[in-house]
């Protein structure tokens, strides 16, 4: 949830969100959000759900 501010957040389109918008990503999908103002700053919320006991749900890649 975007508090205040503007984001915008790629995840299978691009979408800009302003304050009191929300954006919900599916488990494993590839997703980035930054702020595109160079002037406004930007407080968003962001719940991350995991199984109970299993950890973070975000996974380092495996090293090659």
């Given at each position: 949830k975007v508090d205040s501010g503007t984001s915008q957040a790629y995840s299978k389109e691009p979408v800009?969100?302003?304050a009191g918008d929300?954006?919900?990503v599916p488990k494993g999908t590839i997703h980035a959000h930054?702020?595109?103002s160079t002037t406004e700053n930007l407080r968003f919320l962001e719940?991350?759900?995991a199984e109970k006991d299993k950890g973070r749900s975000i996974h380092l890649?495996?090293?090659q």
């Open positions: 800009t969100l302003k929300s954006l919900f930054w702020n595109p719940f991350i759900v890649p495996a090293k």
